[in-house]
């Protein structure tokens, strides 16, 4: 029976290895890859920077009543600019609606002469190159994710460029709301691409691709375990083994020599990676959302976003006093405990927005808290101010408990373990409550933006560790400590692809042999 046990697992490992060595070596090398370059994207700085004032002068229509004709109930509305007219863009069901300000009219769909307009205000230095190349009603290999299928259709104009530039105008909004260059694709696909089997056709099933990578990784966990211990039972300590009639510690010679003993070394890592490459996508959905839930939302907002809080006199008596001290290009509505309050973004110097890399700032939205921004209240529209208070925020943090008692409070001008940003773009100081609730509740709460940014429950708080900690090797006093760790994730990675490629030929000449056999009998 222990012979047999062997047997099954040796076959096992050697299999599963067969089917899957090429997928690991594809993980492996495309994991380092991400670790300098991730997809393609339009930054934040750059859009809020090529961005046209507003001219709030020309609104005629009320926020409350814009909404009305297109039907919507937002939770989030932005006011801002296209061609030369203001409009209103709201966010309703995942989907943005765009309304004329200064009509009430809604924007219906871009021509492509239209679209090619929107590039050239957005563009000006190459208007004269400009190329419409297509219009997209389902994402493509650029578009599948990152908030940018909420803004579909899209037009694609080239710019015919050096670059070999491509930027993707929004028909819902009017706004150039992605951007790739052919050198920014080219490591799309060695990293994110491969790295998260993002190929359109397959990315575009989502149930489909989600199990399909669950399983996939899974199953890589099996061949991992079997192959470790295969490996530990196949290892001498004494070297009883003789390979070419000297003592070794290994049965193995040549190329498998080298897969043993890089298997022993690594293939603990490997089983984690693959183990939390699956978590990674919550199966069966065991660990939830850091996101706060509507009602904590709502306690923060103070009730449901309402539009008709919000005037047109009041929004330019108070952006007015916005505008002497921030040269804003666009307005986002808030509501903060039942006030309206208006949030502007200084725009950057193009020039260093262009030499931005920070790949968690995302056009599709407005600019991250990194950037500088200014608030102001409508019902007080002279005091500008760039935070909400201490004490408003704990009276959010009171509000959002839910009955549940408040077990500590602690304001945080640094990242905790559970509430970071490698590259620094998520908003300091954070008020940070923990509850005496069933679910262990954490909240994290920013001033910048007076809302709940952060909810960590129990076993999202482990997901943290068995994810986070084991795929990415964020661990406290690592994650932020580079270059060392670029160092240990790369010699991790290359040591778990030694552990692939090694046994390859073996792999192909068995294969082969089995398939002469095959077609010879």
């Known amino acids: 029976m222990q012979v047999r046990w062997r047997a099954v697992l040796i076959y096992t490992h050697r299999w599963l290895g067969i089917a899957g060595c090429v997928i690991f070596a594809v993980w492996f090398l495309s994991g380092i890859v991400m670790m300098y370059e991730r997809m393609p994207r339009l930054s934040a700085e750059e859009r809020l920077a090529r961005l046209a004032p507003v001219d709030l002068s020309a609104i005629r229509v009320e926020p409350a009543a814009a909404a009305a004709v297109a039907r919507v109930e937002p939770v989030r509305a932005r006011i801002g600019r296209l061609a030369d007219r203001p409009v209103y863009r709201f966010l309703a069901h995942g989907r943005w609606t765009t309304v004329f300000a200064d009509t009430g009219a809604p924007?219906?769909?871009l021509t492509a002469d239209?679209?090619?307009?929107?590039?050239?205000?957005?563009?000006?230095?190459?208007?004269?190159?400009?190329?419409y190349a297509a219009h997209l009603v389902r994402p493509d290999q650029w578009t599948l994710d990152g908030g940018l299928p909420r803004f579909l259709p899209l037009h694609q104009v080239a710019l015919d460029d050096a670059a070999g530039t491509y930027v993707y105008v929004s028909d819902r909004t009017g706004e150039v709301v992605m951007k790739t260059t052919a050198r920014g694709r080219r490591w799309g696909w060695l990293g994110a691409v491969l790295h998260w089997t993002y190929f359109t056709p397959f990315r575009l099933q989502p149930g489909l691709w989600r199990w399909s990578i669950i399983y996939a990784a899974l199953i890589g966990c099996v061949m991992c375990l079997t192959g470790l211990i295969a490996g530990i039972w196949r290892f001498s300590p004494s070297a009883r083994y003789r390979i070419k009639r000297q003592p070794s510690h290994s049965p193995y010679a040549g190329l498998l020599w080298w897969h043993h003993y890089a298997g022993l070394l690594f293939g603990l890592f490997t089983f984690t990676w693959a183990l939390s490459g699956a978590l990674s996508l919550t199966p069966w959905d065991w660990a939830p959302s850091t996101s706060p839930t509507p009602e904590q939302s709502e306690a923060a907002m103070g009730g449901p976003f309402e539009l008709s809080r919000f005037s047109v006199d009041a929004i330019r008596t108070a952006a007015a006093s916005l505008a002497r001290e921030v040269p804003f290009k666009e307005l986002e509505l808030l509501q903060f405990r039942g006030d309206a309050v208006l949030l502007a973004y200084r725009p950057p110097d193009l020039a260093a927005a262009l030499r931005v890399t920070n790949p968690d700032l995302r056009a599709f939205?407005?600019?991250?808290?990194?950037?500088?921004?200014?608030?102001?209240?409508l019902t007080a529209p002279g005091r500008v101010f760039d935070r909400f208070t201490d004490d408003e925020m704990m009276q959010v943090a009171s509000a959002a408990a839910d009955g549940a008692a408040v077990r500590d409070a602690v304001w945080l001008s640094d990242y905790d373990a559970y509430y970071y940003d490698r590259h620094g773009g998520s908003p300091l100081p954070v008020l940070r409550v923990r509850y005496d609730d069933e679910l262990a509740t954490w909240l994290y709460l920013a001033p910048s933006a007076g809302a709940i940014v952060m909810k960590q429950e129990r076993l999202s708080r482990v997901n943290r560790w068995v994810y986070n900690g084991l795929h990415s090797l964020d661990l406290p006093g690592l994650w932020n400590r580079r270059p060392l760790w670029d160092a240990i994730v790369i010699l991790l990675s290359l040591g778990g692809l030694a552990s692939t490629l090694t046994p390859m030929a073996a792999a192909w000449h068995r294969c082969k042999r089995l398939l002469l056999g095959y077609w010879s009998s």
Not at 116 to 129: N, Q, T
Not at 366 to 377: F, G, K, T, Y
């Open 107 to 109: 924007l219906e769909a």
């Open 365 to 377: 939205q407005s600019a991250e808290l990194a950037i500088d921004h200014r608030l102001v209240r």
């Open 114 to 131: 239209d679209a090619l307009g929107v590039v050239r205000r957005f563009l000006p230095e190459s208007s004269a190159s400009l190329r």
